[in-house]
């Protein structure tokens, strides 16, 4: 027997409300040791060479290599 994701959904709407109410900050701080982010260059949304990194983190952004 299948059991309807309701519960999962209603869920995932409320984390989304709850993280999307907090303030966000533009700019990251950058750890002590001048390594990136555990999370970054890990997904295409934290990519090296994406507009999130560029925004928030330019010191280590990247531009896309042409080949």
Request: proline fraction near 9%.
């Amino acid at each position: 027997m299948t059991l309807p994701l309701r519960g999962e959904r209603q869920m995932t709407k409320s984390v989304i409300g709850v993280f999307s109410s907090l303030p966000r900050s533009e700019v990251i701080e950058i750890p002590a040791d001048g390594k990136p982010p555990f999370y970054m260059g890990k997904c295409m949304t934290w990519a090296f060479d994406g507009a999130v990194v560029q925004r928030t983190a330019p010191q280590f952004y990247r531009a896309k290599e042409n080949k």
